[in-house]
């Protein structure tokens, strides 16, 4: 019989080795409510790693919608299809993301929108050639309105 140290090494090294039969055998062991099969150092790591993924999803979603209203509103002989089709798959992913997680909405999305600006103005100056000097400092756009379908910046 193993003991309970030889069966934490061994999930351990099944985590290391095949992640996919990892999860399978994980997703086996919570649905029988075996307790003690579980790898909860790396179920807890994995669970983490899904929340920073969503944040970050939906923080890379704004920072190219922004990049993109940037453009459409300094750069208004340039605008494209692309440009608008951009925005608009944008702000279709971030509803989806805010759908399946609508906390991030309260929690991530205020300080995401407040920190993604710099960095939007960043890629909008590399890709426009225009000094990043020529953008606002700060958003002057809400929050809402950037998220509104078939709003924007004139």
């Known amino acids: 019989m193993a003991t309970a140290r030889q069966l934490e090494h061994a999930k351990g090294d099944l985590y290391e080795q095949d992640f996919t039969a990892w999860i399978e055998d994980q997703a086996q062991a919570l649905r029988a409510r075996q307790i003690g099969a579980l790898d909860w ?5 994995e669970l983490e790693s899904m929340g920073r993924s969503e944040k970050n999803a ?4 704004l920072r190219v ?3 993109h209203l940037i453009k459409w509103k300094w750069q208004p002989k340039k605008r494209s299809q692309s440009w608008l089709e951009t925005i608009i798959e944008q702000r279709a992913s971030i509803e ?5 997680s609508p906390s991030l909405g309260t929690t991530t999305l205020p300080d995401a929108f407040s920190g993604v600006w710099a960095k939007a103005i960043s890629l909008a100056a590399l890709e426009t050639g225009l000094p990043p000097s020529t953008f606002s400092p700060t958003c002057p756009w809400s929050m809402d309105e950037v998220l509104r379908e078939g709003w924007m910046p004139e």
């Not at 150092?41 to 790591?45: A, Q, R, S, V």
């Not at 939906?58 to 979603?61: A, G, I, Q």
């Not at 989806?96 to 399946?100: R, T």
């Open 65 to 67: 919608l922004l990049m």
């Open 96 to 100: 989806e993301i805010l759908e399946m």
């Open 58 to 61: 939906l923080k890379s979603r």
């Open 41 to 45: 150092d790396n179920l807890l790591e």
